[in-house]
Every structure is written in structure tokens, then in C-alpha cells.
């Protein structure tokens, strides 16, 4: 006999609008589940297809679903903004809470800015929080590291968590497309927003990891406290370079990791060797790898070991089926704990290392006008900062990649006059590296600020 659930829907943008289209067709009914959509909030709901059918389930006022008599699970997937949209949608969670509500969300940036609130809210109310579509799409990661993982000691979560940068990336590696172009059709394909900067910038994967975090190593991060760079710095030369001379690609990687008792956490664009299986992820496709021990250390092999978990990381099909998955959990699995307590699944590490403390090797291509002593200069500023020079990479380019270096950064020069090279440092910590490259911006013959990746290493 199939369990019946009604839903109340905060949000009918894409994510939402899938949700509804696949209860619609009847979706969780496959799995013994009916589920009927009881109310819909959103601010505009004219704009809804389905409003012209059935404006009675549609409202502007979110008390309408968060408190409806007849709603047994809130969906959220209202999407991120600014701090007084994440406060309202907080207030709104909470009530749905203290009414009696399950909640299901994909809203990564309302559980890193307010997740104590809401975590405390459920415990109060006996009522369930879950939120597997907040990290990776369609990948089913926070279900594993929570339940079927919770046996190990996390030693580091890292992987692909935004299919919109991959996908640029994948494009300026395999076609040779600038970032401009890549961009373009990554929106030209409903990929990335028309206002990408959450994704470029790193702040999607930022809001991500720190919720991975909080899951894997029991931290409680707030954005602005790890290490972020975005990727709209990389040039399609850069990927030359990695190729043919350091047989790799750039991967925009999120990492966290356990080491000597700190937390090192980062969302940055890395060099990543051709041979490591990340590097084949290619397109939207998501892809997060988990490190952990047996903690009674009785692995056959030592006791270290390695998962990974890939799959759909952009669109809204993607992320809805994750959202109903959570849902069907919630139904078909009425007996479990009714709260799931993020904070306390595994001791917190001590502290989190300093941006500046973090430590790597590099990759740091620079853009100079060409003219001699430079190279020897740069390594010298190097040197006086203890940072060992490992290689120097120069390649010979096209008319057509100098002339897209030109005119960059703080000077313009001729296409004939520009100097595109690599040079790649052994390990140092991030505050020399800033330090160095500081004094070497001031020069004259410096023609854009100097891109700087971190190698990876296992």
C-alpha cells in the first residue's frame, strides 16, 4: 500500500518547477510514495506555466505553505541572495518547523549563514532537516557521509562541486575557447545565470565545502574565513601550459582536510596531473572524493581509504530528483531520528589554518614585456623570500594568443612585445608567495597581475 505526503513548495523557479513537474508525472508513486503539491509560494507566480492551470496552489505569502494545515513537508529551493532574503528564508524554515514540518532544502547559503538556528529549531521540534541536494547536484553524498561512512575518521573531503566552472574549464581546456566565450555558452545552455558570479568566484563552492565541513570534520565556518579564488583569472594559454609541460590540466577544486589537527580548507583553481582520475571529469559533471581511516584501524590495507562519488552537478532536474529523494526518505523511513545532527557526527578538528599559513607548490604564469634580466630578477625576489624556483616554462605562441595577452593589466603593449611564461615554485606557504608577488607587480615590464595556482598533491 503506497504512503500518501503532501508538500508545500517554497520557490518555483527551475529547481522548484522540476520538483513539481516530476511529482506531477507521478515520480515517487515508482517508489510507493503518492505525493500531491498542496500550496506554492512564490513572488511571481503570473510568470508560472503552471499557474494558468492551477492558480489555487499558487501565493505570495510564504506563511501560507510553511504554516498550511495540510502540508506534512516543506520543500525550500528558493535559491541564494543577499543576507535579507537568507534571513527571510531562515524565519521562514523555522516556522515551518515550530508547525509541525519537516523540512527538505536545497539552499547551501541559508544552512552555512544560519544552519545553528535551524539545526536548533528542529531539535526543539522533533522535526527533520535534510539537504543532499545543497552539495553536488544529483550526487547522493551527505546520505554516504553521514550513514554509510560514518564509521571511518574523515582525513579530507575534496573534489568538483560546481558543474558550471567545470564546465568552462572543460571548454578552454578541450576547445581552446577563452573564458569569455566558455562563459557565454555555459549560459547559452542554462548552465551558468545570467549573473555568473556566484559560481566564477567560488562563493557557490565555498558555501558547499564549508557545509561539507561542517558534516565531515564537525566545523562551524562561516564565508570569508577560507581560502576562495574564482576562475575567471585563467587564460586559455595557462592550459597549454599545464598540458605540455606539466602533463596536467586545472581543475576548480574545493578541499578540506585534516592535517596535524588543523583544518586546511580552500576553493581555488589548481593544477591537477593528467593521470589522477579528476582530471577526467569533464563537462557539469560533479565529482567528490572522501578520505577516511576505520577508526579501530582494521583495514586489511592499513586503514586509509579512498571513495568517490560523481555525477549530474548542473541544472534543475538534477538537484530536483535529490530533493525528492530526500523526501522519500522522510516518508518511507518515518522512524528514524527525527533530526539529523550535523554538528556532532565526528569530533571537530582544533582550529582552521590561516590562509596565509597554507602551504603548496605552484604554478605562477607571468605576462611581461619582453626584455632581457627579467626571468633572473623574478627568481632573485623569489630567493630573498626562501622560495626555491623548481621550473621555468616557455612555450612559443600564436599571433593570435599574444594578442589576446596584450593590453592586459596596468600596461599595453604591442603583441610583438609581450613575454608569456611559467615559472613553478617547491612548497611555501601562500603569505610568501603574496609577498613576493607583491614586489614583483611593482615592476614596469609587468603587464597583468601574475596568476598563481596551488600544484596538487595527494
Request: proline share 4%; charged share 25%.
Amino acid at each position: 500500500m503506497a504512503s500518501r505526503v503532501h508538500l508545500g513548495i517554497l520557490g518555483a523557479g527551475t529547481v522548484g518547477g522540476a520538483v513539481h513537474d516530476l511529482i506531477a508525472t507521478g515520480h515517487l508513486a515508482r517508489f510507493g510514495v503518492e505525493a500531491d503539491v498542496v500550496k506554492v509560494f512564490t513572488r511571481t507566480p503570473g510568470d508560472k506555466a503552471r499557474y494558468r492551470v492551477s492558480p489555487e496552489l499558487f501565493t505570495t505569502e510564504a506563511a501560507e505553505v510553511t504554516g498550511h494545515p495540510d502540508v506534512d513537508i516543506v520543500v525550500e529551493v528558493l535559491g541564494a541572495g543577499g543576507p535579507d532574503d537568507l534571513l527571510a528564508q531562515k524565519e521562514w524554515v523555522v516556522d515551518a518547523l515550530r508547525n509541525g514540518k519537516s523540512v527538505v532544502t536545497a539552499n547551501k547559503a541559508l544552512l552555512v549563514a544560519h544552519g545553528a538556528e535551524i539545526w536548533t529549531a528542529a531539535r526543539e521540534c522533533g522535526r527533520a532537516v535534510r539537504f543532499e541536494a545543497c552539495v553536488g547536484g544529483g550526487i547522493p553524498i551527505i546520505g554516504p557521509l553521514t550513514q554509510s561512512l560514518s564509521a571511518e575518521r574523515p582525513t579530507a573531503v575534496y573534489g568538483l562541486v560546481n558543474g558550471t566552472c567545470n564546465y568552462i574549464l572543460t571548454e578552454m581546456a578541450q576547445r581552446g575557447r577563452s573564458y569569455e566565450d566558455a562563459l557565454a555558452s555555459a549560459q547559452a545552455l542554462g548552465y551558468a545565470e545570467a549573473d555568473p558570479d556566484a559560481d566564477v568566484s567560488g562563493r557557490d563552492a565555498e558555501a558547499k565545502l564549508l557545509l561539507l565541513s561542517s558534516i565531515t570534520f564537525g566545523t562551524r565556518l562561516k564565508p570569508g574565513v577560507i581560502h576562495r579564488k574564482g576562475i575567471e583569472g585563467i587564460h586559455a594559454i595557462d592550459f597549454l601550459y599545464a598540458a605540455r609541460k606539466g602533463r596536467s590540466t586545472i581543475k576548480s577544486m574545493a578541499l578540506a582536510r585534516s592535517v596535524d589537527g588543523a583544518l586546511e580548507a580552500m576553493v581555488t583553481p589548481m593544477v591537477v596531473p593528467e593521470d589522477h582520475f579528476i582530471a577526467r571529469i569533464d563537462g557539469v559533471t560533479n565529482a567528490m572524493f572522501f578520505k577516511g581511516e576505520v577508526s579501530d584501524g582494521g583495514a586489511p590495507d592499513g586503514g586509509d581509504w579512498d571513495y568517490v562519488f560523481a555525477g549530474p552537478g548542473a541544472g534543475g532536474g538534477a538537484t530536483a530528483m535529490a530533493v525528492l529523494g530526500d523526501v522519500h526518505e522522510l516518508v518511507v523511513r518515518s522512524d528514524d531520528a527525527p533530526f539529523l545532527p550535523v554538528e556532532s557526527i565526528v569530533p571537530g578538528v582544533g582550529s582552521v589554518r590561516p590562509e596565509d599559513d597554507l602551504r603548496a607548490s605552484f604554478y605562477v604564469r607571468f605576462v611581461v614585456r619582453d626584455q632581457s634580466g627579467i626571468v633572473g630578477e623574478l627568481c632573485q625576489i623569489f630567493g630573498e623570500k626562501r622560495i626555491n624556483v623548481s621550473e621555468i616554462w616557455q612555450l612559443e605562441h600564436a599571433g593570435e594568443e599574444l594578442e589576446s595577452l596584450a593590453g592586459a593589466g596596468k600596461g599595453r603593449a604591442a603583441s610583438s612585445e609581450v613575454l608569456p611564461f611559467v615559472i613553478t615554485l617547491e612548497e611555501t606557504s601562500v603569505g610568501q608567495l603574496r609577498q613576493a608577488l607583491e614586489r614583483i607587480a611593482r615592476k614596469d615590464y609587468v603587464l597583468a597581475e601574475p596568476l598563481w595556482l596551488p600544484i596538487w598533491r595527494t
